[in-house]
């Protein structure tokens, strides 16, 4: 298989150090470099002969997409590696090769690599982005509703359920959170916290917490308070800038 040069991209060391051992265990794959932020990887990347770069989104200074939108010459194959599924959309508009979230397997990151290699190679072209529907069929008793992602509000976790509120609707299904948000369009649709996912366009206004936290209202009057471990992704997707006032944060109207 084609050789590659690698280099890693993300912030967190124990994740660079993880990753480089896997790769280590991949032949063909040299790393040759890594980078702890966007800043890094604009400086490095002009000087480095690079095939492969594996970049974590979410950096100090400069995020993945800012990085690469300043990088003149661009490494031969980009690979996403990251915890948000919310930016995959994204991520292949500006031709990512692949997109792992993680913690990325030893499986999934040999699949990923051999993929890049028959790419470069000529034998495969990149993952194109995943289709998502327009419309869900709900069973209601015997008959099937179809209700159109337009109007779903949100998805709620309770136990083994989840619960779909589309304006004074409501529909629970049995289903984990987890899977259903996998069915949804990541670009549409955020996860603000481990029981709670939110349709972008229905958030009507964001209050920063002192906990670290934001409520979050929706177009309907429902609130919700986002975990501290989605903080990032519901800032980047609300583009919510600066820092964090004491005040509410109006998005629409």
Known sequence: MTALRVVIADDEPLARLRMRRLLGGIAGVTVVGECASGIEVMK?????DCDLLFLDIQMPGADGFQALEHVVERPRAVVFTTAYAEHAVRAFEVQAVDYLLKPVSEERLQRAVER?????????????????????????????QMVELDELDCVLAQANYVELRAGPRSFVLRETISGFHAKLDPARFLRIHRSAIVRVDAVREVEPLASGRYRVTLQGGQRLVSGRSYRESLRAALGLVGGDAATAERLHG
């Open 44 to 48: 490095l990347l002009p000087d480095c």
């Open 116 to 144: 890049v290699q028959r790419m470069l190679t000529g034998e495969a072209a990149p993952i194109a982005p995943p289709a998502f529907p327009r419309r869900l069929a709900l069973p209601i008793g015997r008959r099937m």
